[in-house]
């Protein structure tokens, strides 16, 4: 019931970015809620086939490739006009990336090639650092935007904030699997899925919303870039 609910609430903020157009705003947003409605909903109708640990890591890393998608190409329409914010946020991407794959790197053991240690490795060690670098990612972009004074739309704050706040809930359940064991899992999972739920509810209000008037036409963000 809660996956259901979920879908129908990306089904409905699918519907409000199409609506109101703010699919010019970010490109891979709407790339992003097609997919996991896609494969979410893919799961629902076909479990026998879909709910399994091998069809899960796949969705998984899909959506954080997306995830990321998504936070490159924000930064990218905050920072293009502005070349000190934008070589800043270069640099800092370039290093939260750069950190991430480190610590991928050695906290992944060694020498684990069965599927059970292969999916628990992906889940409760690779996973998590994939969702940080990303929460930090936005983290990084909403700072730089702060610093430099760089106007953003309400549409883009909705999107970064609910996505950093979502994948905070997400990796401490995680975290919590790991230190605690396996039996939190149902408890943690219910718990994710309340978070995504709410996420998919204030992202379908924000894109119904009307967009606000834009108070900087194009020449203007030239000029005081």
């Known amino acids: 019931l809660l996956q259901l609910a979920s879908l129908l609430a990306l089904a409905a903020a699918f519907a409000g970015v199409i609506r109101r157009r703010r699919f010019a705003e970010c490109w891979m947003f709407p790339v992003y809620l097609l997919v996991v409605f896609a494969c979410e909903g893919s799961v629902l109708l076909w479990p026998e086939r879909f709910f399994t640990w091998s069809a899960y890591v796949v969705r998984q890393w899909t959506y954080d490739v997306l995830l990321l998608g998504v936070a490159f190409e924000l930064a990218r329409r905050a920072f293009w006009a502005f070349p000190g914010a934008r070589a800043t946020a270069r640099a800092a991407f370039l290093a939260i990336l750069t950190v991430t794959a480190i610590s991928i790197f050695a906290a992944t053991p060694a020498g684990r090639h069965g599927n059970s240690s292969f999916y628990l490795t992906a889940l409760l060690t690779i996973e998590p650092r994939l969702l940080n670098a990303t929460i930090w990612l936005f983290v990084a972009t909403s700072r730089l935007v702060i610093f430099f004074n760089i106007p953003v ?9 609910g996505f950093a706040i979502y994948l905070v809930v997400s990796v401490t359940g ?3 699997l ?5 039996d939190l899992r149902a408890f943690i999972s219910f718990f994710d899925g309340f978070a995504y739920l709410a996420l998919g509810a204030c992202w379908a209000v924000a894109a119904w919303q009307k967009a606000e008037a834009r108070e900087l036409v194009p020449a203007s963000v030239h000029r005081l870039a």
């Open 153 to 161: 739309s309400d549409w883009h704050r909705a999107i970064s904030l």
């Open 174 to 176: 995680l975290n919590l």
């Open 178 to 182: 790991r230190s605690f064991g396996w």
